[in-house]
């Protein structure tokens, strides 16, 4: 796979503050029967720090955008938090922003093919109504 988007999501559930990542692969894998976790990356407020997980790797498809076959073409991040009631905290938006910006550089990704969820789906509010995706995406490019 080559990636030619990424897609941003939010996990839906309240950080804990604690390691959620492991949870939402268990979820993924013994749940719902997938293989693997469905994203690519997650990024999470862990303690004091915010930390980036890995989850399938960049050259396997993903399983978190099925709308479009974006899954065969498109990188997915997941935020752990539930932004459509709170705003991502500053340093987890900042560690966003560091990632696409790599992903960006490292695949040649386009401008505009930095997407939320819900631009694919939407009957989701992926990756919630207080994740201002406009922002982000003039973050991720400038």
Known sequence: MN??????????????????????KR???????????????????VGNDVQ??????????????????????????????????????KEMWNTGIRLVRSLVE????QKGNIHGHYEFAPYKSCPGVRFDMDKFKEETTT
């Open 106 to 109: 490292i695949f040649e990704i």
């Open 3 to 24: 990636p030619s988007h990424i897609i941003v999501h939010h996990s839906l559930t309240k950080d804990s503050e604690s390691v959620s990542w492991g949870a939402i």
């Open 52 to 89: 980036i997980f890995t989850g399938r790797m960049m050259n396997e498809p993903g399983a978190h955008c099925k709308e479009k076959g974006m899954n065969r073409i498109s990188l997915g991040i997941c935020f752990v938090g539930d932004y459509d009631q709170n705003e991502p905290p």
């Open 27 to 45: 979820y993924h894998t013994e749940e719902l029967g997938w293989k693997d976790i469905g994203y690519h990356f997650g990024i999470e407020q």
